[in-house]
Each structure stands twice: as C-alpha cells, then as structure tokens.
C-alpha cells in the first residue's frame, strides 16, 4: 500500500516538474526559517504540542498559476515517553533503568518537502505533495534503551498541505500541515507511532 503509494506520488512531482518547467518564468533560491509545532501519537508516548525551530534552504520555480518547491529542512525534536512505555516496552529497556519514568529521546532530522503550488491569487498559493524525513541522529540521555534504533525507525514519509506567500522576488511566507502516515515505531510492540506537524516559515530569496 505504502509503495504504491509512494509510486503515484513520486509519479505526479515528475509529472509536475514537468508541466511546470516548460511554462516556468521565475525560478527561487534561498534560505529559510520558522517553528514546527510538533506531536507524536502514540498509547505509550505523551501526546503533548512541542515548539521547535527549523531551518534550511529552498529551491523552486513558478509559473502564471503552477510551481514547484522543493526544500531541505533541519529540526531538532524529542519524544516523550508516557507512564506505561516502561512495561510496555520491557525487553527494549536497559538493565537497572526499568524506574526512571517518562524517559526523553531527541532527534536530529533531516527533511525534504517536495511540492507542487497553485497560484489561488496573487501573491498566495496553495501547495500540497510529499515530505522525506530522514532521523540524522538520536539521543537517548538518560541511556534507558538497548539501543535506540530497536525502538525508532531512522526515516519517515509525510503528506503536506499548506500555503506559501511570495511577497516578493526575495521574501516568502508559509503555513503548513504536515501529517505523518509513515508508523516510526521500530519495536515487535504492536502499537502505531505517528507525527504530525504544524509550521510557519519565512524565507529570503538569494
């Protein structure tokens, strides 16, 4: 299902790039910033919003009503684990650290969005497709885990939806729903670990 998927999306971007580079008339470099408002979901995990920043780069170009974005983003996010994660999880737990309660794990991320935009009016466009996130490193600080890689999966894939606002040649704006679909739980547990994301973002054109 998952492939499948994958499939038709990756299938619509070339697509897209296509139809969008023989009637592109501005093309977009630059650099960007904002704050991912961030959740995982999960029986076992504290499902709480938490603000993180994120930065990077963007690349794209845009015609009369279509465009395509591409970015590349790096973030810093934690997971905390809930009350139970400890008993649930009991063969992944180091020996000795079966008290320490509500461990925290944090992870470097590495995200590229790929998206397609429709001019509704000018300067707003709306803008959907497909988000890779690859897990560049993870922490467990407390050392409550075997090995963090038994529990978490080190990449991820996220549909997204929002709005981008070219204000002008050099100044853009973003709001974005990203919603994880991809489970990032690694373990034999039965239990679906998924994220979602809201962001705003400004980026300054080069």
Avoid: C
């Amino acid at each position: 299902m998952l492939k499948s998927r994958m499939k038709f999306i990756v299938l619509s971007l070339v697509l897209g790039f296509i139809v969008v580079n023989s009637n592109a008339q501005d093309y977009h470099l630059g650099i960007k910033g904002g704050a991912d408002i961030y959740k995982t979901f999960g029986s076992s995990i504290m499902e709480d919003y938490k603000t993180f920043p994120y930065g990077g780069v963007y690349l794209g170009m845009s015609g009369k009503k279509l465009g395509l974005f591409v970015e590349g983003n790096f973030s810093q996010t934690t997971m905390i684990a809930g009350d139970n994660f400890n008993q649930i999880y009991t063969a992944y737990i180091e020996a000795g650290k079966q008290s320490i309660q509500n461990p925290k794990f944090s992870f470097s991320e590495l995200s590229i969005p790929i998206m397609i935009a429709y001019e509704l009016f000018n300067p707003v466009w709306l803008e959907g497709g497909i988000q890779f996130t690859k897990i560049v490193s993870m922490n467990d600080k407390e050392s409550v885990l075997k090995e963090v890689q038994n529990i978490y999966k080190d990449s991820y894939m996220s549909g997204v939806a929002g709005i981008r606002i070219l204000v002008s040649k050099h100044i853009q704006l973003n709001g974005r729903f990203v919603y994880g679909f991809s489970d990032r739980n690694n373990s034999s547990v039965s239990e679906k670990w998924t994220t979602q994301h809201f962001q705003v973002g400004l980026g300054y054109g080069l």
